[in-house]
């Protein structure tokens, strides 16, 4: 049976790690290390505000096209980072919208693969409705 122990400090550990690492690619536009962040296959999604990319290459693409800069974060509100076992994660970050009175989410959805290590599979970036939708 597969482990899926929770929050394996160690693995909780290297997934931040990581986490920090694409946020800071994100903001110097190393197109490298966001290129490396994600599995590279045609099944990876990224939601984003502005766009979606289904695949590695579309993905690629709205990389290569966006500017570089602080982007739309102005303030994390609350990071959250749960392990399965050793080879399961998930990355949620609520935060504030930089010169908007909006908050927005992040969530990332990682896998360890055997031979390429941590990767990004899924990925949702959106804002929060302040007026319900119901």
Do not use: C
């Not at 490298?32 to 579309?58: C, K, M, Q």
């Amino acid at each position: 049976m597969t482990d899926l122990t929770p929050n394996i400090p160690d693995v909780v550990a290297e997934v931040g790690a990581l986490f920090e690492r694409y946020e800071q690619a994100l903001i110097d536009k190393n197109v490298e290390v966001l290129d490396a962040t994600f599995w590279n296959s045609p099944h990876a999604i990224r939601y984003a505000l502005n766009e979606n990319g289904y695949g590695f290459a579309e993905i690629h693409a709205h990389r290569v096209a966006r500017p570089p800069g602080p982007g739309i974060k102005e303030k994390r509100i609350r990071l959250e980072i749960l392990t399965l076992g050793r080879d399961i994660a998930t990355v949620n970050l609520e935060f504030k919208i930089r010169g908007r009175d909006l908050i927005g989410r992040q969530s990332q959805t990682w896998v360890r693969f055997p031979d390429a290590g941590w990767k990004v599979i899924a990925a949702h970036v959106s804002t929060v409705n302040d007026r319900p939708l119901w």
